[in-house]
Protein backbone atom coordinates (compact mmCIF):
# COMPACT_ATOMS: atom_id res chain seq x y z
CA UNK A 1 0.00 0.00 0.00
CA UNK A 2 1.91 3.43 -1.00
CA UNK A 3 2.73 5.88 1.64
CA UNK A 4 2.08 9.25 1.24
CA UNK A 5 3.75 10.99 4.07
CA UNK A 6 7.51 9.32 4.05
CA UNK A 7 8.60 12.54 3.11
CA UNK A 8 7.18 13.99 6.40
CA UNK A 9 7.44 11.45 8.95
CA UNK A 10 11.31 11.25 9.30
CA UNK A 11 10.84 15.35 9.19
CA UNK A 12 11.35 16.14 12.76
CA UNK A 13 11.29 19.84 12.79
CA UNK A 14 8.24 20.14 10.66
CA UNK A 15 6.17 16.91 12.67
CA UNK A 16 6.92 19.11 16.12
CA UNK A 17 5.23 21.82 14.81
CA UNK A 18 2.05 20.07 12.95
CA UNK A 19 1.53 18.33 16.26
CA UNK A 20 1.10 21.12 17.90
CA UNK A 21 -1.25 22.89 15.60
CA UNK A 22 -3.18 19.13 15.54
CA UNK A 23 -3.58 19.26 19.34
CA UNK A 24 -4.94 23.03 19.46
CA UNK A 25 -7.34 22.15 16.53
CA UNK A 26 -8.42 18.73 18.02
CA UNK A 27 -9.54 20.73 21.24
CA UNK A 28 -10.67 23.61 19.11
CA UNK A 29 -13.14 21.05 16.83
CA UNK A 30 -14.29 19.43 20.05
CA UNK A 31 -12.63 16.10 19.42
CA UNK A 32 -12.66 15.65 23.68
CA UNK A 33 -12.88 13.21 26.05
CA UNK A 34 -13.00 13.75 30.06
CA UNK A 35 -10.15 12.37 31.38
CA UNK A 36 -9.87 9.27 33.78
CA UNK A 37 -8.53 11.45 36.67
CA UNK A 38 -11.78 12.95 37.05
CA UNK A 39 -14.06 11.20 34.61
CA UNK A 40 -17.42 12.75 36.06
CA UNK A 41 -15.98 16.20 35.03
CA UNK A 42 -16.85 18.10 31.75
CA UNK A 43 -14.95 21.21 32.87
CA UNK A 44 -11.39 19.14 33.30
CA UNK A 45 -11.11 18.05 29.62
CA UNK A 46 -8.22 16.47 27.09
CA UNK A 47 -8.10 15.71 23.48
CA UNK A 48 -9.31 12.35 22.53
CA UNK A 49 -6.36 10.30 20.82
CA UNK A 50 -5.85 10.75 17.22
CA UNK A 51 -3.04 10.04 14.43
CA UNK A 52 -0.96 12.72 13.09
CA UNK A 53 -1.42 12.33 9.82
CA UNK A 54 -4.43 10.86 8.02
CA UNK A 55 -3.74 7.23 7.27
CA UNK A 56 -3.55 5.49 3.49
CA UNK A 57 -6.84 3.04 2.97
CA UNK A 58 -6.74 1.49 -0.26
CA UNK A 59 -9.84 3.04 -2.13
CA UNK A 60 -11.25 -0.01 -4.46
CA UNK A 61 -11.55 -1.42 -0.34
CA UNK A 62 -12.95 1.71 1.51
CA UNK A 63 -15.55 1.77 -1.84
CA UNK A 64 -16.29 -2.30 -1.20
CA UNK A 65 -17.04 -1.84 2.48
CA UNK A 66 -19.70 0.98 2.21
CA UNK A 67 -21.04 -1.24 -0.58
CA UNK A 68 -21.91 -3.78 1.45
CA UNK A 69 -22.98 -2.17 4.17
CA UNK A 70 -27.23 -2.16 3.41
CA UNK A 71 -26.53 -5.91 3.12
CA UNK A 72 -24.78 -5.91 6.64
CA UNK A 73 -28.26 -4.57 7.80
CA UNK A 74 -30.66 -6.38 6.27
CA UNK A 75 -29.04 -9.45 7.53
CA UNK A 76 -28.89 -8.59 11.57
CA UNK A 77 -32.43 -7.56 11.07
CA UNK A 78 -32.97 -10.88 9.70
CA UNK A 79 -31.65 -12.75 12.55
CA UNK A 80 -33.02 -10.77 14.82
CA UNK A 81 -36.33 -11.69 13.62
CA UNK A 82 -35.14 -15.87 13.33
CA UNK A 83 -35.86 -17.45 17.06
CA UNK A 84 -35.32 -20.71 15.16
CA UNK A 85 -31.93 -19.76 14.07
CA UNK A 86 -30.77 -17.86 17.23
CA UNK A 87 -31.96 -20.96 19.13
CA UNK A 88 -30.07 -23.28 17.04
CA UNK A 89 -26.90 -21.23 16.90
CA UNK A 90 -26.98 -19.84 20.63
CA UNK A 91 -27.71 -23.27 21.95
CA UNK A 92 -24.16 -24.53 23.07
CA UNK A 93 -22.90 -20.63 24.00
CA UNK A 94 -25.69 -20.37 26.50
CA UNK A 95 -24.98 -23.54 28.30
CA UNK A 96 -20.88 -22.34 29.50
CA UNK A 97 -21.24 -17.88 28.75
CA UNK A 98 -23.42 -17.41 31.78
CA UNK A 99 -23.84 -13.21 30.17
CA UNK A 100 -24.91 -14.68 26.81
CA UNK A 101 -27.72 -17.20 29.09
CA UNK A 102 -29.14 -14.12 30.87
CA UNK A 103 -29.66 -12.06 27.29
CA UNK A 104 -31.10 -15.14 25.47
CA UNK A 105 -33.53 -15.78 28.60
CA UNK A 106 -34.92 -12.24 28.76
CA UNK A 107 -35.26 -12.22 24.98
CA UNK A 108 -37.36 -15.55 25.56
CA UNK A 109 -39.84 -14.49 28.18
CA UNK A 110 -40.27 -11.54 25.99
CA UNK A 111 -41.63 -13.34 22.81
CA UNK A 112 -43.36 -15.36 24.93
CA UNK A 113 -45.29 -12.66 26.48
CA UNK A 114 -45.74 -10.99 23.47
CA UNK A 115 -43.52 -7.74 21.67
CA UNK A 116 -45.13 -4.42 22.66
CA UNK A 117 -42.94 -2.84 20.52
CA UNK A 118 -43.69 -2.10 16.30
CA UNK A 119 -40.72 -0.62 15.39
CA UNK A 120 -37.35 -1.36 15.23
CA UNK A 121 -34.10 0.76 15.15
CA UNK A 122 -31.17 -0.81 13.88
CA UNK A 123 -27.30 1.47 14.91
CA UNK A 124 -24.49 -1.11 13.79
CA UNK A 125 -20.91 -0.45 12.78
CA UNK A 126 -19.08 -3.41 10.82
CA UNK A 127 -15.51 -3.59 11.56
CA UNK A 128 -12.66 -4.48 8.81
CA UNK A 129 -8.86 -4.92 8.23
CA UNK A 130 -6.68 -4.82 5.39
CA UNK A 131 -5.42 -8.36 4.98
CA UNK A 132 -2.11 -8.07 3.11
CA UNK A 133 -0.94 -11.40 0.60
CA UNK A 134 1.49 -12.78 0.40
CA UNK A 135 1.81 -11.20 -3.27
CA UNK A 136 1.52 -7.70 -1.62
CA UNK A 137 -2.14 -7.15 -2.41
CA UNK A 138 -4.67 -6.37 0.03
CA UNK A 139 -7.95 -7.60 1.00
CA UNK A 140 -11.02 -6.15 3.34
CA UNK A 141 -11.59 -8.55 6.08
CA UNK A 142 -14.29 -8.42 8.45
CA UNK A 143 -13.30 -8.51 12.25
CA UNK A 144 -17.16 -8.29 13.75
CA UNK A 145 -20.37 -6.73 13.57
CA UNK A 146 -21.09 -4.23 17.22
CA UNK A 147 -24.94 -4.65 17.00
CA UNK A 148 -25.19 -3.03 20.63
CA UNK A 149 -23.43 0.90 21.93
CA UNK A 150 -21.39 1.17 18.42
CA UNK A 151 -19.03 4.48 19.44
CA UNK A 152 -17.17 7.28 17.94
CA UNK A 153 -19.84 8.20 15.40
CA UNK A 154 -19.57 11.63 17.08
CA UNK A 155 -16.03 12.37 17.95
CA UNK A 156 -15.02 10.73 14.15
CA UNK A 157 -17.34 13.88 12.38
CA UNK A 158 -15.19 16.33 13.69
CA UNK A 159 -11.52 14.66 13.21
CA UNK A 160 -11.38 14.93 9.42
CA UNK A 161 -10.66 18.80 9.78
CA UNK A 162 -8.18 18.39 12.14
CA UNK A 163 -6.07 16.11 9.51
CA UNK A 164 -6.93 18.94 7.11
CA UNK A 165 -5.80 21.57 8.82
CA UNK A 166 -2.52 19.40 9.80
CA UNK A 167 -1.81 18.45 5.92
CA UNK A 168 -2.10 22.10 5.28
CA UNK A 169 0.50 23.11 7.77
CA UNK A 170 3.01 21.08 6.73
CA UNK A 171 2.33 22.18 2.94
CA UNK A 172 0.23 19.48 1.48
CA UNK A 173 -3.16 21.64 0.97
CA UNK A 174 -4.00 19.51 -2.54
CA UNK A 175 -3.62 16.26 -0.71
CA UNK A 176 -6.05 18.27 2.20
CA UNK A 177 -8.86 18.80 -0.20
CA UNK A 178 -9.02 15.11 -1.17
CA UNK A 179 -10.25 13.94 2.68
CA UNK A 180 -13.97 12.76 2.69
CA UNK A 181 -16.85 14.46 4.83
CA UNK A 182 -17.90 12.21 7.13
CA UNK A 183 -20.68 13.12 9.70
CA UNK A 184 -21.49 9.80 11.10
CA UNK A 185 -23.32 11.56 14.10
CA UNK A 186 -26.54 13.07 11.76
CA UNK A 187 -26.67 9.88 9.99
CA UNK A 188 -27.60 7.92 13.60
CA UNK A 189 -29.84 10.54 14.54
CA UNK A 190 -31.45 10.28 11.61
CA UNK A 191 -32.16 6.94 12.51
CA UNK A 192 -33.47 7.85 16.01
CA UNK A 193 -35.62 10.83 14.77
CA UNK A 194 -37.10 8.44 12.33
CA UNK A 195 -37.63 6.13 14.81
CA UNK A 196 -39.29 8.60 17.36
CA UNK A 197 -41.26 9.79 13.98
CA UNK A 198 -42.88 6.40 13.67
CA UNK A 199 -43.49 5.78 17.69
CA UNK A 200 -45.81 8.82 17.24
CA UNK A 201 -45.99 10.54 20.02
CA UNK A 202 -44.84 14.39 20.29
CA UNK A 203 -44.55 14.69 23.55
CA UNK A 204 -42.02 11.58 24.42
CA UNK A 205 -38.49 11.82 24.71
CA UNK A 206 -35.65 9.55 23.65
CA UNK A 207 -33.40 8.30 26.69
CA UNK A 208 -29.82 7.40 25.90
CA UNK A 209 -29.10 4.74 28.71
CA UNK A 210 -25.73 5.60 29.74
CA UNK A 211 -22.94 4.25 32.18
CA UNK A 212 -22.00 4.57 35.48
CA UNK A 213 -18.53 6.52 34.01
CA UNK A 214 -18.84 8.79 31.11
CA UNK A 215 -15.52 9.89 30.27
CA UNK A 216 -16.83 9.73 26.05
CA UNK A 217 -19.37 11.91 26.71
CA UNK A 218 -18.74 14.19 23.99
CA UNK A 219 -19.20 11.08 21.34
CA UNK A 220 -22.65 11.75 22.60
CA UNK A 221 -23.70 14.99 22.63
CA UNK A 222 -22.38 14.82 19.26
CA UNK A 223 -25.83 12.87 18.47
CA UNK A 224 -27.56 14.30 21.13
CA UNK A 225 -27.31 17.25 19.65
CA UNK A 226 -28.35 17.00 16.11
CA UNK A 227 -31.18 15.48 17.74
CA UNK A 228 -31.74 18.78 20.02
CA UNK A 229 -31.43 20.52 16.47
CA UNK A 230 -34.66 18.56 15.41
CA UNK A 231 -36.45 19.48 18.51
CA UNK A 232 -36.67 16.14 19.85
CA UNK A 233 -36.16 15.90 23.82
CA UNK A 234 -33.40 13.82 24.99
CA UNK A 235 -32.76 12.54 28.79
CA UNK A 236 -29.97 10.34 29.59
CA UNK A 237 -30.48 7.84 32.15
CA UNK A 238 -28.55 4.93 33.77
CA UNK A 239 -29.73 1.73 34.99
CA UNK A 240 -30.23 2.41 38.31
CA UNK A 241 -32.53 5.59 36.89
CA UNK A 242 -34.49 2.76 35.39
CA UNK A 243 -34.76 0.49 37.98
CA UNK A 244 -35.64 3.17 40.73
CA UNK A 245 -38.09 5.48 38.40
CA UNK A 246 -38.55 3.05 35.39
CA UNK A 247 -42.68 2.47 34.51
CA UNK A 248 -44.83 0.57 32.58
CA UNK A 249 -48.29 1.65 32.01
CA UNK A 250 -51.54 -0.93 30.84
CA UNK A 251 -50.20 -0.59 27.48
CA UNK A 252 -46.75 -1.31 28.10
CA UNK A 253 -45.36 2.46 27.36
CA UNK A 254 -42.57 3.23 29.42
CA UNK A 255 -42.20 6.03 31.65
CA UNK A 256 -39.39 7.59 33.17
CA UNK A 257 -39.88 10.66 36.16
CA UNK A 258 -43.36 10.72 34.19
CA UNK A 259 -41.77 11.17 30.97
CA UNK A 260 -42.87 8.87 28.06
CA UNK A 261 -40.06 7.32 26.25
CA UNK A 262 -40.61 6.70 22.83
CA UNK A 263 -36.52 5.72 21.94
CA UNK A 264 -34.17 3.86 24.36
CA UNK A 265 -30.50 4.45 22.79
CA UNK A 266 -28.20 1.79 24.68
CA UNK A 267 -24.69 3.38 24.80
CA UNK A 268 -24.18 0.99 28.11
CA UNK A 269 -25.33 -2.67 28.81
CA UNK A 270 -22.55 -4.85 25.90
CA UNK A 271 -20.30 -6.68 28.78
CA UNK A 272 -21.10 -8.18 32.03
CA UNK A 273 -19.54 -5.68 34.37
CA UNK A 274 -22.82 -2.92 32.92
CA UNK A 275 -25.36 -5.52 35.21
CA UNK A 276 -26.02 -6.38 38.67
CA UNK A 277 -29.16 -8.23 39.85
CA UNK A 278 -30.95 -4.43 39.74
CA UNK A 279 -29.69 -4.17 36.11
CA UNK A 280 -30.46 -6.92 35.50
CA UNK A 281 -34.32 -6.25 35.94
CA UNK A 282 -34.02 -2.82 34.40
CA UNK A 283 -33.44 -4.52 31.44
CA UNK A 284 -35.94 -6.75 31.52
CA UNK A 285 -38.70 -3.60 32.05
CA UNK A 286 -36.98 -1.89 29.24
CA UNK A 287 -37.15 -5.12 26.62
CA UNK A 288 -41.18 -5.39 27.78
CA UNK A 289 -41.56 -1.77 27.03
CA UNK A 290 -43.51 -0.93 23.52
CA UNK A 291 -40.40 2.01 22.88
CA UNK A 292 -38.10 1.32 20.44
CA UNK A 293 -35.14 -0.29 22.05
CA UNK A 294 -31.80 0.51 20.25
CA UNK A 295 -31.09 -2.44 20.14
CA UNK A 296 -33.46 -4.75 20.95
CA UNK A 297 -32.17 -7.87 22.90
CA UNK A 298 -32.63 -9.85 19.34
CA UNK A 299 -30.31 -7.62 17.83
CA UNK A 300 -27.54 -7.57 20.61
CA UNK A 301 -27.63 -11.33 20.33
CA UNK A 302 -27.36 -11.14 16.76
CA UNK A 303 -23.85 -9.55 16.92
CA UNK A 304 -22.27 -12.28 19.49
CA UNK A 305 -19.04 -13.93 17.93
CA UNK A 306 -20.61 -17.54 17.59
CA UNK A 307 -23.73 -15.77 15.42
CA UNK A 308 -20.43 -14.44 13.35
CA UNK A 309 -18.75 -17.81 12.70
CA UNK A 310 -22.29 -19.65 11.53
CA UNK A 311 -22.73 -17.52 9.28
CA UNK A 312 -19.77 -18.17 8.05
CA UNK A 313 -21.13 -21.56 7.23
CA UNK A 314 -22.06 -22.58 3.47
CA UNK A 315 -25.68 -22.23 2.90
CA UNK A 316 -26.22 -19.97 6.60
CA UNK A 317 -26.28 -16.64 4.69
CA UNK A 318 -28.74 -17.99 1.57
CA UNK A 319 -31.36 -19.51 4.37
CA UNK A 320 -31.29 -16.02 6.13
CA UNK A 321 -31.47 -13.82 2.49
CA UNK A 322 -33.49 -16.11 0.58
CA UNK A 323 -33.29 -14.50 -3.06
CA UNK A 324 -30.91 -11.91 -2.34
CA UNK A 325 -27.33 -14.15 -4.32
CA UNK A 326 -26.10 -10.74 -4.81
CA UNK A 327 -25.99 -9.25 -1.00
CA UNK A 328 -24.88 -12.85 -0.08
CA UNK A 329 -21.99 -13.08 -3.06
CA UNK A 330 -20.74 -9.25 -1.41
CA UNK A 331 -20.74 -10.10 2.07
CA UNK A 332 -18.83 -13.51 2.10
CA UNK A 333 -16.18 -11.38 -0.16
CA UNK A 334 -15.87 -9.69 2.89
CA UNK A 335 -15.28 -12.65 5.86
CA UNK A 336 -12.05 -14.08 7.19
CA UNK A 337 -12.01 -18.17 8.04
CA UNK A 338 -14.02 -18.47 11.05
CA UNK A 339 -14.04 -21.92 12.74
CA UNK A 340 -16.42 -23.17 16.09
CA UNK A 341 -15.17 -25.09 18.92
CA UNK A 342 -18.49 -26.54 19.80
CA UNK A 343 -17.82 -30.29 21.10
CA UNK A 344 -17.14 -32.83 18.57
CA UNK A 345 -14.94 -34.00 16.06
CA UNK A 346 -14.98 -30.54 14.07
CA UNK A 347 -14.26 -28.34 17.63
CA UNK A 348 -11.24 -30.81 18.57
CA UNK A 349 -9.30 -30.60 15.55
CA UNK A 350 -9.89 -27.39 14.93
CA UNK A 351 -8.89 -26.74 19.08
CA UNK A 352 -5.44 -28.79 17.82
CA UNK A 353 -4.43 -27.34 15.05
CA UNK A 354 -4.64 -23.43 17.29
CA UNK A 355 -2.84 -25.30 19.82
CA UNK A 356 -0.01 -26.31 17.29
CA UNK A 357 -0.13 -23.14 15.09
CA UNK A 358 -1.43 -20.13 17.46
CA UNK A 359 0.13 -17.50 15.67
CA UNK A 360 -2.42 -18.72 12.43
CA UNK A 361 -5.14 -17.38 15.19
CA UNK A 362 -7.15 -14.69 17.18
CA UNK A 363 -9.63 -16.53 19.82
CA UNK A 364 -12.47 -14.40 20.53
CA UNK A 365 -15.37 -14.67 23.36
CA UNK A 366 -18.74 -13.53 23.06
CA UNK A 367 -17.49 -9.97 24.41
CA UNK A 368 -18.23 -6.39 23.32
CA UNK A 369 -16.04 -3.37 23.45
CA UNK A 370 -12.47 -4.35 23.02
CA UNK A 371 -9.04 -5.68 24.51
CA UNK A 372 -10.82 -9.12 25.64
CA UNK A 373 -9.48 -11.15 22.26
CA UNK A 374 -6.34 -13.82 22.82
CA UNK A 375 -3.38 -14.20 20.67
CA UNK A 376 -0.19 -16.07 20.16
CA UNK A 377 1.04 -17.92 23.58
CA UNK A 378 -1.50 -16.50 25.71
CA UNK A 379 -3.99 -18.36 22.96
CA UNK A 380 -2.67 -21.66 23.19
CA UNK A 381 -2.17 -21.67 26.82
CA UNK A 382 -6.33 -20.53 27.28
CA UNK A 383 -6.95 -23.37 24.80
CA UNK A 384 -4.89 -26.07 26.28
CA UNK A 385 -6.68 -25.53 29.72
CA UNK A 386 -10.05 -25.38 28.44
CA UNK A 387 -9.68 -27.78 25.21
CA UNK A 388 -11.64 -30.99 27.30
CA UNK A 389 -14.07 -28.58 28.76
CA UNK A 390 -17.59 -27.43 27.03
CA UNK A 391 -16.33 -23.93 28.47
CA UNK A 392 -14.50 -23.75 25.07
CA UNK A 393 -17.84 -23.46 22.94
CA UNK A 394 -18.05 -20.28 24.30
CA UNK A 395 -15.11 -18.92 22.36
CA UNK A 396 -14.70 -19.14 18.43
CA UNK A 397 -11.60 -19.17 16.44
CA UNK A 398 -11.06 -16.62 13.40
CA UNK A 399 -7.20 -16.53 11.12
CA UNK A 400 -5.57 -14.03 12.44
CA UNK A 401 -5.69 -11.19 9.52
CA UNK A 402 -2.13 -9.55 8.80
CA UNK A 403 -2.21 -5.88 7.67
CA UNK A 404 0.67 -3.98 6.49
CA UNK A 405 2.05 -1.50 8.81
CA UNK A 406 2.60 2.20 8.24
CA UNK A 407 4.66 4.73 9.91
CA UNK A 408 2.72 7.60 11.96
CA UNK A 409 2.34 9.38 14.91
CA UNK A 410 0.09 8.90 17.60
CA UNK A 411 -1.24 12.13 19.87
CA UNK A 412 -1.88 10.94 23.28
CA UNK A 413 -2.03 13.37 26.04
CA UNK A 414 0.94 13.68 28.36
CA UNK A 415 3.10 11.43 26.36
CA UNK A 416 5.81 11.61 24.11
CA UNK A 417 5.87 12.50 20.50
CA UNK A 418 7.15 9.05 18.64
CA UNK A 419 7.11 7.46 15.61
CA UNK A 420 5.00 3.96 15.51
CA UNK A 421 4.73 1.08 13.27
CA UNK A 422 0.94 1.49 12.83
CA UNK A 423 -2.21 -1.01 11.72
CA UNK A 424 -5.77 0.46 10.95
CA UNK A 425 -9.15 -0.94 11.37
CA UNK A 426 -12.17 0.54 9.26
CA UNK A 427 -15.58 0.47 10.52
CA UNK A 428 -18.37 1.62 8.40
CA UNK A 429 -21.48 2.29 10.38
CA UNK A 430 -25.22 1.13 9.46
CA UNK A 431 -28.44 2.70 10.19
CA UNK A 432 -31.79 0.78 9.82
CA UNK A 433 -35.79 1.59 10.67
CA UNK A 434 -38.44 -1.23 10.55
CA UNK A 435 -42.10 -0.55 11.24
CA UNK A 436 -44.02 -3.95 11.06
CA UNK A 437 -42.44 -6.09 7.98
CA UNK A 438 -42.04 -2.94 6.12
CA UNK A 439 -38.10 -1.54 5.88
CA UNK A 440 -38.34 2.38 5.70
CA UNK A 441 -34.65 3.03 6.13
CA UNK A 442 -31.76 1.53 5.25
CA UNK A 443 -27.87 3.05 4.64
CA UNK A 444 -24.57 3.79 5.50
CA UNK A 445 -24.12 6.14 8.07
CA UNK A 446 -20.33 7.35 7.79
CA UNK A 447 -17.78 5.74 8.93
CA UNK A 448 -14.99 5.39 11.41
CA UNK A 449 -10.90 4.20 11.24
CA UNK A 450 -8.96 3.56 14.31
CA UNK A 451 -5.05 3.09 14.06
CA UNK A 452 -2.49 1.59 16.59
CA UNK A 453 0.64 0.29 17.07
CA UNK A 454 1.57 -2.96 15.87
CA UNK A 455 2.68 -4.36 19.14
CA UNK A 456 -1.06 -3.78 20.85
CA UNK A 457 -2.44 -6.79 19.42
CA UNK A 458 -6.22 -5.89 20.45
CA UNK A 459 -8.20 -2.92 22.07
CA UNK A 460 -10.06 0.04 20.61
CA UNK A 461 -10.06 3.79 21.34
CA UNK A 462 -12.18 3.65 24.49
CA UNK A 463 -10.12 0.99 25.64
CA UNK A 464 -6.77 3.17 25.44
CA UNK A 465 -5.31 1.44 22.57
CA UNK A 466 -6.27 2.59 19.12
CA UNK A 467 -6.52 6.49 18.36
CA UNK A 468 -8.99 8.18 15.79
CA UNK A 469 -7.60 8.64 12.15
CA UNK A 470 -9.25 9.34 9.05
CA UNK A 471 -8.84 7.87 5.74
CA UNK A 472 -6.81 8.97 3.01
CA UNK A 473 -7.51 7.31 -0.07
CA UNK A 474 -5.05 5.52 -2.06
Same mark, same amino acid.
Given at each position: ???????V??????????????????????? $?????E? &????????????????????????????????????????????? @????????????V?????????????? $???? $?????????? /???Y???????? =??????????????????? =?S????V?????????????????? &??????????????????????????????????????????????????????????????? @???????S /????????? *????????G??P???????????????????????????????T !????Q?????? =????????????????????????????????????????????????????????N????????? *????? !????????????????P??????????????Q???????L?????????????????????L???????????????? *??????????
Amino acid at each position: MAAPWRDVVRDAAAVREAAAAAVDAALLAGV $LMRTGEQ &PHASDVVNYAPFTLLPSAVPRALFEQAYAVQQDFNLLVDAISQNK @EFLEQTLASTIKVDDFTARLFRIYVQV $LEEG $LAQTVFLGIN /RSDYMFDCGLDG =TAALRQIEINTIAASFGGL =TSRTADVHGLVLKVLGKAEEASHLL &PNNPAKGLALGIAKAWELYGSQRAVVMFLVEEIQRNIFDQRCVENELWSRNIRVIRRRFRDVF @EQGSLDAS /RRLYMDGQE *VAVVYYREGYVPQNYDQQNWEARLLLERSRAVKCPDIATQLAGT !KKVQQELSRPG =TLEKLLPGRPEAVARMRATFAGLYSLDEGEEGDRIAATAIADPDRFVLKPQREGGGNNLYGEELRQ *VLEKI !KDSPERTSYILMDKIKPQPALNYLLRAHSPLQVSECISELGIFGVYVRQGQQLVLNQAAGHLLRTKAIEHADGGVAAG *VAVLDTPYLV
